[in-house]
């Protein structure tokens, strides 16, 4: 452990805690971007009653139909601290919400870096949440897939494979999770559908975002982690700062040259319990060979591994866990580190 | 037209444009309200290759699943002027994003009463943005409805009924229309899927949602309207003034009793050219015929018709067409005026 890097995180955040007072914005506002129009025909048109009682009405489906745009919505502060906005991109069957409170109704990362100085940039990627989905399989080609409790539950790490039977058995959780497990059912409330074979349209999305944003550090977690890894290849101007909060395995990372993230500060930031997983034991491997490309590419790449710093019990979601604020600490004083805050 | 009152209004409005600076957010946050724990059984299993070229995961679709609750997004003012929160509800095959940074790029109305010091409460209605929606048919029993370019072009009055034939051709706007047209692609990106026959559990969550923040103002747009009046109604002392924005028709206006809403505040807004609509016109009229019976109820209705105001060509998104500031002046007037601002 790194004594001297537990001390100066302790500091900052009381500081951060003694000014959790109002905070000043200059604007809140949204917008889509990416996307594309599309014309459906020939599907038939039906009767739809609209109110239970009601004259039924005639609804032809055939039309224009915009498609494939993702959902943006900003706070921007009036003397931010940070250097650049920070871009904050959710996993797979999330949305945005990820960052907003936690299910624990405890305030979650977006206000937390607001606090913290960065104006922020929540987002919803294509097909979650705000930025809507089109119709399957007319425009969207396969069908959605929703996440189960059992999943989430096992797959998230808060208890082991298998400790989620069924509706009527409580789960049993890691004796040291740092998830809100009275909070749980709140959380699934959260998930939204996915779709497979979007993963080009959705990185598409995100490129035209940061080259509208400019300058930014991006944060991405999970299923995002590979989708920021791909755009900051391909808007590499645009990234100042990459943070990967537990990114995805991706077969793309042995394929892509990452000669021109060369000085990038990327953070990596791993929680625990993933060695009782082959799945994630799996994962971690194609995340450790990252790290490695990244160093070899010369980025000025750093693993931030929660448990070699004594923090124990951190699942995959520690975005909610009840030690976040703690977390978010270690993530504030790295960009101070790394020069992102004034 | 009332002169006195245009007069107020042109004060009040330069002084909003003057306070146009920065505002002071106590906490910035959200949650789900509402839903129910469905568990589906039955279902086949399937191969998913979530990876181009990857390998495939057996993906079982059974088990515990949350479905039917409403996201809410608050910002809370650190010194509100107003003397409760502002909830604003969306209309049909929308979400919030209605009330945030319009089409055009210029601040919504979520902004606008945020600076005129309200703390506000934006929510996407059970099935629609971050609310999510859940499988069909085995949950929600109809197939999701998506609205075409078409029918948003008409129905929502920035053209005439027939205006819009295709693709291909520039569609035609009322000449004196305030919707900024040439972002009518921008705006079709904010719509989302609909369902039938998910008015009951909208309204459950809605009327949650009032109890949990307590008295507040109450805003509606649309289709959301009918849903405000029966919130309203279920939830009477946590109302203390109803804003309805071009409400929808509603079998129900002639059956509920108002009998509860004597002396609450209710503003009716409406926009123009709905009198070239015969869908339109049989809509104001259930309208008309609702103010006639909250006044009977000794609710203290108002109609603010915008043309009778020498207002013309809004839309039925008058909360993003050019003069949408002069429209939520004469809202803050109104708010003013029944007290609901310190």
New interface residues.
């Given amino acids: 452990m790194n004594r001297s890097f537990i001390g100066m995180v302790a500091v900052t955040t009381s500081l951060l805690a003694a000014s959790a ?12 971007i990416g ?1 594309r ?1 599309v ?1 459906l025909t020939g599907l038939p048109s039906k009767d ?7 004259v039924p009405t005639r ?8 498609a494939e ?1 993702m ?1 943006v ?1 900003f ?1 921007r502060l ?1 003397k931010p601290r940070a250097r650049f906005p920070l871009l904050m991109w959710h996993g797979g069957g999330l ?3 990820t960052y ?2 936690k299910p624990d ?1 405890k ?2 990362w ?2 937390f870096f ?1 606090r913290a100085g960065h104006s922020v940039y929540v987002s ?1 990627a294509v097909e979650r ?2 930025a ?4 399957f399989p007319e425009i969207f080609k ?1 069908e ?3 996440r ?4 989430a539950w096992e797959l998230f790490r808060i208890g082991p494979d298998g400790s989620y039977k ?2 009527s058995t409580k789960p049993i959780a890691h004796p040291d999770t740092r998830f809100p497990i009275e909070a749980f ?2 959380f ?6 996915r779709w ?2 979007t ?1 080009d349209i959705t990185v598409a999305a995100y490129v035209q975002l940061l080259n509208r944003v400019g300058p930014s550090v991006l944060m991405a977690h999970s299923q995002g982690g590979p989708f920021a890894v791909e755009a900051t290849l391909k808007a590499t101007d645009r990234v100042r700062a990459l943070i990967l909060l537990e990114p995805s395995g ?2 793309n990372y042995g394929r892509w040259s990452f000669a021109a993230l060369k000085g990038l500060p990327v953070l990596i930031v791993y929680g625990d319990r993933w060695k009782d997983s082959p799945r994630w034991v799996k994962t971690r491997a194609t995340v450790d060979q990252l790290l490695q490309r990244l160093r070899e590419a010369e980025a000025n790449a750093e693993m931030l591994d929660l448990p070699a710093r004594g923090i124990a019990g951190n699942s995959h979601m520690f975005m909610m866990d009840t030690n976040s604020d703690q977390i978010a600490g270690l993530i504030q004083d790295w960009l101070t580190r790394v020069g992102m805050i004034r």
């Fill in positions: 007072a109002a905070f000043e914005v200059e604007e809140i506002g949204s917008f889509h996307g129009q014309t739809v009653t609209f109110v239970a009682g009601g609804v032809d489906p055939n039309g224009e139909f915009f745009q959902y919505q706070v009036a949305s945005g919400v907003e409170t109704g305030p979650g977006q206000q607001l919803d949440g705000r809507s989905w089109a119709r396969s959605p897939l929703f189960t409790k059992k999943e069924d509706a059912d709140q699934m409330k959260q998930g939204v559908a497979i074979g993963d991706s077969a």
